[in-house]
């Protein structure tokens, strides 16, 4: 996993003289000899059971009852997450067309470049589609927007309504509607945002899962830390703790005044005694993602981050009890942000400079969001984050974040909360 402030440190000119590792060397650099409370750690793999055929078929019945619903005719989906979540196809392919057209009625079609073919057939053949996909393939020299275009008249819907992915290329929309000219092109969120939004138990069990293992890496960490690590080494060891559990995941770690940094600096930093620690990261579990924010220090925290940390601790147990079906997504921030601002860390963003939380599930940041002004109602099964902070530039930030479920009946974290800074796991295991 490329963590926020790896991704940074990779278009800099500094991070390419000298601190980011390609991933596997810094695996194998930490292989060579971990602490104990890293190396005792054991894989959990065998708890991911992965998604079946069968529950991506009922995924795609849903989205065309969807689709009727919102007068669509068709979804287009091309790589990333959507196409993963419908079909189980993981493909990446650049600037050439692969995309899958799913009908409201009827069967779907993929158009695919022609030396992609077998590749493209071996993954199809595991999805709802099987040995006997439309597939519908176009050469180098050739226009693949005119095979869709045709494969949408074959349907009868050619002066249909498509939905489009929200992350489809612009190339390829602009194309699209260029070869089809005949079918109107509208944004397709309403059905995959409608589907994705509410998570099965099969998908809330992998996203507990994906949590457990990041939380169980963070106090890994937390108890190999020591004075005179650099955030590199830390975040090095992130990433071995989640090898050692059965998973890719690595985080985000800053130190004392760059913790304010809600989403990390690219400045080189050194763990210090008494300094504010935030890791900020997680990993995917069968394709589901953790996002988890630990904040703490090695030996004693003054007073004023134990203040700060029981506000932030405060914010985020308001934010959990407000959580319900039938709340507005901006409701559950002003719950939070109410706490915060109270306590005099107001008014609205100045040191609370971000909303509360976001989606989760395959990807990292999807629907809904829990930000003032959203009107959207909460509903039973949504996952999203659940994460206050306050960051005092110039001295620490600290943010505690847990991944949380709405249920029935109100709101749970698929993680304990953080005790203190001091504190943040609890009792080390004998």
């Known amino acids: 996993m490329l963590s926020r402030r790896r991704f940074l440190q990779a278009g800099s000119l500094a991070a390419a003289a000298g601190t980011a590792l390609p991933s596997l060397a810094r695996a194998a650099e930490c292989d060579k000899a971990l602490p104990p409370a890293i190396a005792l750690l054991r894989s959990l793999r065998g708890e991911a059971l ?8 009922d995924r795609q019945e849903k989205a065309r009852k969807l689709m009727r619903e919102n007068n669509l005719s068709a979804i287009l989906l091309t790589e990333g997450t959507s196409l993963t979540y419908f079909t189980g196809i993981r493909w990446w392919g650049g600037e050439r067309l692969f995309a899958i057209v799913l009908p409201a009625k009827g069967e779907s079609f993929y158009v695919c ?26 050469q180098e ?14 349907r009868g819907i050619s002066s249909g309504i498509v939905g489009v992915e929200e992350t489809v290329k612009f190339v390829f929309s602009d194309n699209l509607r260029k070869a089809a000219a005949s079918a109107t092109f509208a944004s397709a969120t309403p059905v995959t945002a409608g589907c994705r939004m509410i998570k099965s138990p099969h998908e809330i069990e992998l996203m507990r899962l994906a949590a457990k293992v990041t939380l169980a890496a ?17 975040e090095n060891l992130v990433e071995a703790a989640h090898h ?21 600096s690219v400045t080189p930093q050194g763990i210090r005694e008494g300094t504010i620690v935030l890791i900020d990261g997680g990993c995917k579990v069968e394709g589901y993602a953790s996002d988890i924010t630990r904040s703490f220090v090695l030996g004693k925290a003054n007073d004023k981050m134990n203040q700060v940390f029981d506000i932030v601790h405060q914010a985020q147990s308001a934010a959990l009890a407000a959580a319900k079906p039938g709340a507005d997504c901006g409701s559950v921030d002003t719950a939070a942000r109410k706490v915060i601002t109270d306590a ?59 991944d949380m479920h709405v249920t029935e009946n109100g709101a749970e974290l698929f993680t304990p909360q953080s005790l203190s800074l001091e504190n943040p796991f609890g009792k080390a295991v004998p």
């Open 50 to 57: 992965p998604i079946s055929v069968e529950e991506r078929r």
């Open 113 to 138: 470049p022609a030396f992609e073919e077998d590749r493209a057939r071996e993954q199809i053949a595991k999805s709802p589609d099987g040995n006997n996909a439309d597939v519908r393939i176009w």
């Open 244 to 264: 050692q559990l059965g998973f890719e995941g690595g985080a985000d770690v800053q130190v004392g005044e760059f913790s304010a940094f809600p989403h990390g």
């Open 141 to 154: 020299n050739e226009n693949p927007y005119d095979r869709v275009a045709q494969g949408l008249s074959d």
């Open 344 to 402: 005099g860390y107001g008014p609205d963003y100045k040191y609370f400079a971000h909303r509360l939380g976001h989606g989760m599930g395959m990807d990292g940041h999807e629907w809904p969001y829990l930000v003032r002004g959203n009107t959207q109602k909460i509903e039973a099964h949504m996952t999203t984050s659940n994460e206050p902070g306050i960051y005092i530039r110039g001295e620490f930030g600290i943010r505690l974040e847990d």
């Open 218 to 234: 963070y106090e890994a960490v937390y108890r190999a830390l020591k004075e005179g690590m650099t955030q590199q080494d830390a």
